[in-house]
């Protein structure tokens, strides 16, 4: 299905985590990772947070043939960039990987008998718990990033090194739990983040020509 759905798309598949962790190691840039909740050595979510804190700006999608709400929100809680039940019609899956990979975050409509799949309870103060771990200038960067601000425009502002501030945004991935700039943007967005102190103004520089 991915194949066909998928122009030029490159397949790589892994028989338990170890292995999955392996071949993200060997190969590197992956797009996406499709993730089993049954694959072994899954134990539970325990092979999703492995993912997320090793590659943290890496999707990570779970796959299952069971579906209720009580999963999908332990998913999400967990980092997952959406949960697809593998009951949906290929077109759908082909739609719900489309909007992963374009930044969304996919949770399926019908959960049987229950209401589709809602936020987690509290899930505002977990937010802002997580922005409060960030260090001040890491606040700073992610004020800059939810700005719409490049990585050379950061490091010119902060007057630090592109280098510094990709490190910076990597640690901030890793901290508030999600895969890519834009979901950092939309979670920040959704608790109205402002830096706990402004930013000191940034004397004007001369661009060299």
């Known amino acids: ?46 092979g999703l947070s492995t993912l997320r804190t090793r590659f943290p700006s890496l999707p990570v999608v779970i796959v ?14 967990q980092g997952a960039a959406g949960f697809v039940p593998k009951s949906l019609p290929r077109s759908a899956i082909a739609d719900a990987l489309r909007g992963v990979l374009n930044g ?24 802002l718990r997580r922005i409060d771990s960030l260090t001040p200038q890491q606040r700073k960067v992610l004020e800059l990033v939810v700005a719409g601000k490049l990585n050379k425009e950061i490091a010119y502002e902060l007057d630090v090194t592109e280098t510094t501030v990709k490190a910076h945004v990597s640690a901030i991935l890793q901290k508030l739990r999600v895969f890519s700039r834009t979901q950092a943007v939309i979670m920040a967005n959704k608790v109205n983040f402002t830096p706990s ?4 103004a940034t004397p004007m520089r001369a661009a060299a020509q």
């Open 1 to 46: 299905m991915l194949a066909v759905a998928f122009d030029r798309c490159e397949l790589f598949e892994a028989c338990d985590l170890d292995e999955t962790v392996r071949t993200i190691d060997r190969e590197g840039d992956f797009d996406l990772v499709l993730l089993d909740l049954n694959m072994p050595g899954m134990n539970g979510f325990g």
């Open 64 to 77: 299952s043939a069971s579906c209720d709400r009580k999963l999908v929100t332990e998913a999400l809680r």
């Open 104 to 127: 969304e975050i996919f949770t399926p409509v019908d959960l049987g008998d229950e209401e589709p799949a809602a936020a987690p309870s509290g899930e505002d103060q977990e937010i």
């Open 197 to 200: 102190t402004p930013c000191a």
